[in-house]
């Protein structure tokens, strides 16, 4: 079965901290893996996604990921958090940029200070 | 560039009416657009996918007589939600396929319905 898995209900880290969120993913051919991060009452925002190459991705507000096949992830990272990243974080994947996408069921994330 | 909007942003009615949510593409043309639903607190579920000018396709378990959608341009996609009760209130978010050589698609700020 075609899945996204976010192992992390929640998490808080210090402002300043490093951070990185989980995904794992289940998936019958090629995935197309996204990460959205969404404020509360607010749309989707996307972060980066990864369609092949350079399997380390960089994206918008300093948060990267890497692409690892073997281990079917596509962990979210960035340096040093900062409060205004409080947020829900969506792992997505699917068969192209242009089909539905599947979803993990996010991590909420809380900076602390 | 690569806008998609939705309205309203939010809306209250009584149960058995009807609502509709209107999702627009506001510089792109986009043939498919996907309606999800999102329970508080719970991740992002297809509901359906929405094709200009045919017949959208439901997933399973999804009312297609209760979720009317309406793909009637190429910029506007429409939801509606038919005799709603309380169970259907939700975060709706659209998001629309640019296929202008981009092949990704963009997320409406979503719809948030309560159904009194």
């Known amino acids: 079965a075609q899945s996204v898995t976010q192992p992390d209900i929640h998490i808080t880290v210090s402002e300043g901290a490093s951070l990185e969120l989980r995904c794992n993913y289940s998936?019958?051919?090629?995935?197309?893996l996204f990460w959205y991060v969404q404020s509360p009452g607010q749309g989707l925002q996307l972060l980066l996604k990864?369609?092949?190459?350079?399997?380390l991705v960089q994206g918008i507000k300093g948060f990267e990921a890497e692409f690892k096949r073997s281990q079917s992830s596509f962990n979210l990272r960035k340096p040093s958090v900062h409060w205004s990243d409080a947020a829900e974080y969506f792992c997505?994947?699917?068969?192209?940029?242009?089909?539905?996408?599947?979803f993990g069921k996010g991590t909420t994330l809380s900076v602390s200070s | 560039g690569a806008v998609v909007s939705q309205h309203p942003s939010w809306v209250i009615c009584k149960s058995g009416t009807s609502v509709k949510i209107e999702c627009r593409s506001l510089?792109?043309?986009?043939?498919?657009m996907f309606w999800y639903r999102q329970f508080p607190k719970q991740s992002l579920m297809l509901m359906a996918t929405?094709?200009?000018?045919?017949?959208?396709?439901?997933e399973q378990g999804v009312e297609k007589d209760k979720f009317l959608i309406n793909h009637a341009s190429l910029t506007l996609s429409t939801l509606t939600v038919t005799s709603a009760h309380p169970e259907d209130s939700s975060f709706y978010i659209c998001?629309?396929?640019?296929?202008?050589?981009?092949?990704?698609?963009?997320f409406g700020p979503g719809t948030r319905l309560t159904v009194l």
């Open positions: 990864y369609f092949s190459g350079d399997t």
């Open positions: 998936y019958g051919a090629t995935p197309y």
């Open positions: 929405s094709n200009e000018g045919s017949k959208a396709t439901y």
């Open positions: 510089d792109f043309q986009a043939t498919t």
């Open positions: 997505a994947v699917g068969a192209s940029g242009g089909t539905a996408l599947i």
């Open positions: 998001s629309a396929l640019h296929q202008g050589g981009i092949n990704e698609q963009f």
